[in-house]
C-alpha cells in the first residue's frame, strides 16, 4: 500500500494518528502560496540586433558566415525559438573570427565593423543563454508543473533528474561547444518530468501538516495532558509508537526524499543565474522565495522533532524509551 500511497496522504495518517493520540483536534493552519516562477515577458531579454549592408555581407561571401546570415535572415530565421537562436549566436561566435582571419582581403573599413560587431557578440551572448534557459517556457514548466507533488514510496529516476539538471548548467557555464541537438535533448530530459514543481507541492503539504502535528504537540506538552498526575499514562506509550514507527520511519524519509529532490533543480538554477551574471529582478525574486520557503520547510521539520521531545520532558520521559 505504501507504494500507492501519496505523500499527502502519508502526512495525513500522520497528523490523525498524533490527534488520536493526543485526544487533540486537528487545528486549522493557514494555506501556502507556492513561490510562483515569473512569467515570460518579465523574464525575456532584448539584446540588440546588429544589421550589415548588403554589399558588405557580399564580401563575405567566401566564408561559412556569409551561409550563417542567410539563415538567420530567413523567415524562421526571424522567428526562431530561443534554443536555435542560441544556436546561431554560437556558431557566429566560432565562425566571424575564423571569417577574419581567413579573408585578408576584406576592407579594412569592413574588418574594423566586424569586429565591432564580434565584440557586441561577445558582450550580449549571455542574454541569448537567458533566454534559451531561464526564460524557456520549458524550463519554466519544471517549476510550474506537478501538482501531484511524490507519492510515499515512488521509483522516480532521481539521479537521472538530477544529472539532467546538473547537465543544462553546465552547458550554460560552457555554451560555445554544446551543439543545439545536445541543448534540444537537455531540455527534453528536464520537461519530461517537472520534479521542481513536484517538490514545491511535496513542500507545502509537509509545512501544513507539521504545522497541525506541531501544535498539538506543544499544547499537550505544556499541559502535560500524558501525564496529568506526573505520572505517564498509557497514552505516553502509544505516542512514543507514533513518533518511533510513523515519524521516524516513514515520514522522516519522505521529507528527507523531498528535499533532495527540491535541491537537484534549485542548485542548478543558483549555479545558472551566478553563470549568467543577468540582473534580472525577477528571477531574483523568485531564486530569494524559493530559499525562503526551502528554510520554511527545513525548519518545520526541525521543530517537530523539538515538539516531540517537549511532549516527553514534560513527562519525565525519554522520547526514544529505555
Not at 512514543?240 to 516513514?250: D, P, S, T, Y
Amino acid at each position: 500500500m505504501a507504494c500507492t500511497q501519496s505523500g499527502d496522504d502519508l502526512l495525513a495518517d500522520y497528523v490523525k494518528r498524533v490527534s488520536r493520540v493526543l485526544d487533540a483536534d486537528i487545528p486549522a493552519v493557514m494555506p501556502i502560496d507556492l513561490p510562483a516562477y515569473p512569467a515570460t515577458r518579465a523574464l525575456r531579454q532584448a539584446p540588440p540586433e546588429v544589421h550589415i549592408d548588403v554589399l558588405d555581407a557580399w564580401a563575405l561571401r567566401g566564408c561559412e558566415v556569409f551561409t550563417l546570415m542567410g539563415e538567420r535572415n530567413s523567415i524562421l530565421g526571424r522567428v526562431a525559438d530561443p534554443l536555435i537562436r542560441l544556436d546561431y549566436e554560437r556558431r557566429l561566435l566560432t565562425l566571424l573570427p575564423q571569417c577574419l582571419a581567413s579573408e585578408p582581403d576584406l576592407d579594412n573599413e569592413l574588418v574594423t565593423e566586424l569586429d565591432a560587431i564580434l565584440d557586441l557578440k561577445v558582450d550580449v551572448f549571455p542574454q541569448h543563454l537567458f533566454n534559451a534557459t531561464l526564460a524557456n517556457p520549458d524550463y519554466q514548466r519544471y517549476w510550474t508543473g506537478g501538482s501531484g507533488g511524490f507519492a510515499a514510496g515512488d521509483e522516480v529516476d532521481f539521479e537521472g533528474y538530477r544529472a539532467a539538471q546538473q547537465a543544462l548548467a553546465g552547458y550554460t557555464a560552457q555554451p560555445l561547444p554544446v551543439t543545439q541537438s545536445q541543448w534540444l535533448q537537455s531540455m527534453k530530459l528536464i520537461t519530461e518530468y517537472p520534479m521542481g514543481g513536484r517538490s514545491l507541492t511535496a513542500m507545502r503539504w509537509a509545512i501544513e501538516a507539521l504545522e497541525q502535528s506541531e501544535q498539538m504537540l506543544r499544547a499537550a506538552a505544556e499541559d502535560a495532558r500524558l501525564c496529568p498526575m506526573g505520572r505517564p499514562l498509557q497514552e505516553l506509550g502509544f505516542a512514543r509508537n507514533v513518533m518511533g514507527n510513523i515519524f521516524a520511519r516513514e515520514v522522516q524519509p519522505w521529507l528527507v526524499g523531498v528535499d533532495q529532490r527540491f535541491l537537484a533543480g534549485y542548485d542548478a538554477l543558483s549555479a545558472m543565474t551566478g553563470t549568467l551574471g543577468i540582473g534580472n529582478s525577477a528571477i531574483q525574486a523568485f531564486e530569494h522565495e524559493l530559499n525562503a520557503y526551502h528554510n520554511r520547510y527545513r525548519t518545520q521539520i526541525r521543530q517537530q522533532v523539538e515538539a516531540w521531545q517537549a511532549l516527553f520532558d514534560a513527562c519525565g520521559e525519554q522520547a526514544t524509551g529505555s
